[in-house]
Each structure stands twice: as C-alpha cells, then as structure tokens.
C-alpha cells in the first residue's frame, strides 16, 4: 500500500508521463455517462405503449361488443314482432277462409232444397190443376225468399224466378202472368213492408204486360225466335227502384251473363256460377257473384230425364259474408281478400277466368278496393289461399266457348295490421342495451383515467427516485440494491402476504436484508480538500459559500464521471472519489493520478472565474489533493 501527495503548485504527474499509458486515457466503458442509464425507463415506457394498446383494443372490443348486442336485440325484437303479427294474421285468414268454405257450402245445399221443394210443390199443385210449367206461380215467394237468405248468411239477397217460355207459349203465358202479378205485387208488400207508399196498381202500372228484352229505353219485346227466360217473381220486389219499368216479363236471356249461366245450367242440370261484377252505388260499392239454380218438373234427382223448367237466379254480394266477420270494433282487423275465377277445363274459355275483385276487410266492416289485384306484394309469403267454389261438373257437357269457374280466395295482411304489431319496443330495448353497454365503457374509461392517472403519478416518483438512486449509486450497486430489495419483499409476502413493503424494520431493528459488502483488492482512493477554505468561507455569506462549493464539486463530477472515477461522498470542503470500484481496473492508480490533475487544474480555473463575484482571495484557495494506492 502507496500513499501519495499531490499539491497544485507541484505536480507529481507532468505532461510526460501520458506516454506511459499509451496517452490520454480513454473514456471508461463502465463510464456510467456512457451506460444505458435510462434502460428501466425504457422498459416502462415499452409497457406503458403495450398497455395502451391493450386499453385500445378493450375499448374497440366494448365498442363492437355494444353494436354487435344492440343489433341482436334489435333484430330479435324486430323478429317477435313479426312471429306476432304472422301469426295473428294467421288466425285471422284462417277464421276468413273457413267461414268462407263453410258459407259457400251451405248456400248451394240450400239452393238445392229450395229447388227441390218447388219442384216437388209444383209438381203436385199442376198435377191437381192439370197444367204443367210455366203456368205456375210458387206462392209466399218474398217469405221463402228471405229464409233463403237467412239461411246463407245473405244480409240483402237478390232472388229471382226466371221461367222457361217457347214460343207457341208465350201469348198464354202473357196472359197467365199478368193476371198472376197483381196478387204476387199486394202479397209482396205485405210481406215486405212499406214500398214508399205504392200500392199493388202502382207497381202493375209500371209493369210491361209483354215479354221484353231491355229494362232500358226503349220498351221492345223479346225475339220470336228461340226459348225465352222472363223473370216471374223476384225479391224484393223491388230490385232496382230506379228503374221506370219493373223486371217482371224481362227476358234475362237478354242479359249476356245470364243468357251463358242459362246455356249451362241447361245443359248440365247442375248450379252455374259466373264471374264477379261491381255495382257502382250512391255511396259505397258492391260486387258479386251471378249463380245460377235449376228447377226441374220433376223433383226425383235421381232421374236423369227430368227437364228443366226454371231457373233461381241469385246475385251472391260477397260484402254480406265479409262485413261482420270479425266483431270487436271497426279497424282491429285489416285484411285484403282477393277473389279470383279460373276455367278447370279450358283457361281460354271467356274472360270469365281473368275476373278478380279485391275486398278490404276493416274489422266489422268491408268494402270494395276494385277489379283487380290490389293487395301488396311484400305480403306474398304470407299468401293464405282456398279454392271455396268447385262445383266439379262434367265440362264435357259445357256448350263450347263456355266454362264453369272455379273461385278461389287469397287472404292477405294489410299494412294497417302489420303497424298494429309494430311497437316502440325495438327502439326501447335497444338504447337500453345502448345506455348500458355505453355506462359500462364510460366507467371503464374513467376507471383507467383514475388508474393511469394514479400510475403516472408513482412512475414520476419512481423516476426522481431512481434518478437519485442513480446519481448516489453506480448501475451495478443500484441494480444490486432493487434485486435485494425484490428478494426481500418476495421473501416477507412469502411469510406474510400481507406485507407490502421493503426495508420494515424487523424485532431486532434491522431491516432483513443483507448489508452490500465487497472486497475490492486493487483500488485508488482519492482525497481533495479545498486549501484556505476554513478562512475565506468565515468571511463570506452562506450563499456565496454554497455557490463555490456547488461550482467545484459540480465541475469534478463531471471530470469523474468521463473518466469512471467514482464518488464516495463530499464532506464539507472534502472531496471522497475512488478508482477501480465498483468496477476493477489494472491502471486505477494513473486514472486516480489523472483525475487529480484534471481536478487541480479545474479548481485554479473556476477560482479564477469566481474572484469577481466572491472577492479577490478567492483566486487564492488551492486545491490539496492526497491519492491513497491499494494493491493487493
């Protein structure tokens, strides 16, 4: 072990003595000025990016987590609202098209015993009276009538008795009616009730005592040629009031719809249906059905022989069967019907099979949209159809260019139905899911606000700490120091988890850690006093004494940290540094030498710099410097 004592005014280390070492002494590669000082700041900052991206990434998830929520909800609301209004409408074509099957059905089984009873009435009153068709009146008419339509659900029905005439009959048939019509015209009214106060003689004077073929001006009669279909009786009594003329004697053959269902029903001895027609009101508009019955002479159905001798010729005003569907107030159903007619046997057979009329059912009303197809036809998949009219006939036997239509009924909703299933439940359930998926992300963000902010606030102590840590301790001497003190803590929350500190003091005083202690066999230390300090800092004030010390010792840090001397401390005027710890060394004696002639020199420097402000013995303070060489 060496001592040495190096004095500003004689230097023990000249200029030459630099080539002993090869010249200038490089910057230490332990120099702490070149380390990476920053290295567990750097790795804060790389976690703190990772974390971000990772709070990034959680909120995008909340985000699509919310859209992809409020969508479903959205989208199964939407879809029971729909299942309710499907199947509500359901429901509802189902009750329409069952009433409509079951009307239909009963309508033609009461035409047909109505047919039947006349027939077999008749056929025993002419067999008494030795006469025979059509020199028969079917007494209480109105009265059968309107059980006819109260048998078919027909709120109006419109029934007439149209007979068959040849020609050679036709003169005594005139004869026969007009003597019959004043006794069928009183029965009638007291049947019917008031006629506007018209008497049996009014409605005789208006009645053509002839056979004519127009109901419209002029009067003419019928042809002299052919069969003739005069209506002979008719409910009510009235069909038409307008009219100047009454029905009765109008050949109906003289009606083209009429004369076609004639034609068939003739030849197939069975019903005829024809195509739906719209009557154009005063205030509202209806359509219908013309249907066609036969009467036989005979009342055998079983005889194929048996001769037609009249027809029942009903106008079917599908309004009747419509209206009062559905009770419980105008507007709580809303369904669009569509009645279409088809030829089974030939689609080319008249236009009969293009005929379409489309209905509006409103709860318990109904009314007329056209002759068309009106309904929408985004409802097409919801489409409910029944085929409620086939009278399954033998269209061989059908005159050709003629057909006997088949009906069919398509049920559809309406957009009013639909709207009533619509409710702000969607839009409700929705933002709910919205307000509470958005709170959620609202206070998640908040909570990372709170929790960033309580971050940045350690990490920035944490950072002066280490800044000061570092600025007190080597890299090496300070990573020892938070290795121990990670030991530690790992250690104490091992034994008591509830330990959340390094350094406690334990029962005997001591913290629980092992004490840095390392030999360092080879090493330079340094010793510098400042020369007269004692003196010039009783003559100076405080702040003049701080400034000095703080430009001196601020200038030998910098000279010991560039070349890795390392500072031990600073007491009062005294100067502590070493070299060749923590780090060894082979040349710590020359850098110790060097650093203490850096230092000297430095010292004359900033004296000389200060003696203005500090006063002029200033200059004079020198710099001891005593070097102290170990090795081993």
Known sequence: MNGTNLHSKQSALGPESDSSTGGE??????????????????????????????????????????????????ILVDAQEKSNFESQFTGYASEVVTV????????????????????????????????????????????????????????????????????????????????????????????????????????????????????LSPVLPAPGTGDLLPMFQQYPLEMFP??????????????PAVRDLFRITRAIKRPAVGGFFIHLGRDIKSSGTEIVQPVFDRADTTDEDRRVVSIIHIQLHWLDYFKNLFHGGDGDVRLIVVLKNFCPS???????????????????????????????????????????IDLDVDHLKVPDGLCVPASTLHVYPSEALEQKFETHNRTIYTSAVVIIFSFTVLVFLLYDFVVGRLQRKVMDRINKQDMIVANVFPSAIRD??????????????????????????????????????????????????????????????????????????????????????????????????????????????????????????????????MEVSLGPDTAALDLRVGIHRYDK
């Not at 290295?39 to 909120?59: C, G, M, Q, S, Y």
């Not at 988890?497 to 090493?523: H, R």
Request: charged residues 20%; hydrophobic residues 40%.
């Open 480 to 609: 020892r120091l938070y290795q121990a003190q990670g030991n530690a803590l790992q250690q104490s929350q091992m034994v008591d988890p509830s330990t959340n500190s390094v350094g406690t003091e334990n029962e005997t005083g001591t913290t629980g850690t092992a004490p840095l202690a390392d030999l360092f066999p080879n090493t330079s230390i340094v010793f510098a006093d400042i020369a007269g300090f004692t003196a010039w800092s009783s003559a100076r004030e405080p702040q003049q004494v701080f400034v000095l010390l703080e430009n001196i010792y601020g200038a030998l840090d910098k000279i010991a940290n560039r070349f890795a001397i390392f500072k031990v401390e600073t007491v009062g005027d005294c100067y502590v540094a070493a070299a060749g710890i923590p780090d060894p060394m082979d040349n710590h004696a020359i850098i110790a030498c060097k650093f203490s002639r850096e230092a000297v020199t430095k010292m004359k420097e900033i004296t000389h710099q």
């Open 25 to 74: 002494i490089p910057d230490h590669p332990n120099n702490p000025h070149h380390q990476q000082e920053n290295i567990p700041l750097d790795v804060a900052r790389t976690e703190a990016i990772h974390v971000f991206k990772a709070k990034i990434f959680a909120t995008f998830v909340l985000l699509a987590a919310v859209c992809a929520v409020a969508t479903f909800t959205y």
């Open 100 to 215: 409509s099957r079951e009307t239909t059905s009963q309508l033609f089984n009461a035409l047909d015993a109505f047919s039947v009873s006349i027939s077999s009435q008749a056929a025993r009153e002419l067999e008494l009276r030795n006469s025979s068709w059509p020199f028969y009146r079917i007494p209480d008419w109105s009265v059968k009538a309107q059980r006819l339509g109260a048998l078919t659900r027909m709120e109006n029905p419109s029934v007439a008795l149209d007979v068959i005439v040849r020609q050679d009959e036709r003169k005594a048939w005139e004869d026969f009616a007009n003597v019959e019509y004043p006794i069928e015209y009183q029965y009638a009214i007291e049947k019917e009730g008031d006629k506007g106060g018209m008497t049996a003689d009014d409605f005789l004077n208006k009645t053509v005592p002839f056979i004519y073929k127009s109901y």
């Open 242 to 255: 307008g009219l100047s003329e009454m029905l009765m004697n109008w050949d109906a053959q003289s009606y």
């Open 346 to 388: 030939s689609p080319d057979a008249l236009a009969i099979s293009d005929h379409v009329v489309t209905y509006q059912i409103d709860g318990s009303n109904a009314i007329v949209l056209g002759e068309e197809d009106l309904h929408n036809p985004k409802y097409d998949s919801l489409e409910i159809t029944e085929t409620f």
